[in-house]
């Protein structure tokens, strides 16, 4: 089971899981997301649908290397880093 958003002082494990929308709280994960080339990523309409989308699923949909990305946000989390 994917954690949802933890704040900066708390880790955060990233799965196929997590919710776009927790992900898009993080600054830095939508920097990350863009890179990616996610498309709506600041489109009213979709914010709805982020609400349940799971990364997997968004990573599926848009043929987004998901391992790639997952390992690029635990990075965020990680406190060795």
């Known amino acids: 089971m994917a954690v949802g958003w933890l704040d900066s002082r708390r880790i955060m494990k990233i799965t196929k899981d997590t919710i776009l929308a927790d992900l898009l709280e993080n600054l830095k994960a939508r920097e ?17 649908e982020m ?22 946000m635990e990075s965020l989390f990680d406190p060795s880093s």
């Not at 990350?32 to 709805?48: E, G, S």
């Not at 609400?51 to 997952?70: A, E, F, P, R, T």
């Open 51 to 72: 609400k349940s989308l799971k990364i997997g699923q968004v990573c599926k949909m848009y043929n987004i290397d998901i391992k790639k990305l997952l390992k690029e």
């Open 32 to 48: 990350i997301l863009a890179k990616y080339n996610l498309p709506c990523l600041d489109c009213p309409m979709a914010q709805y």
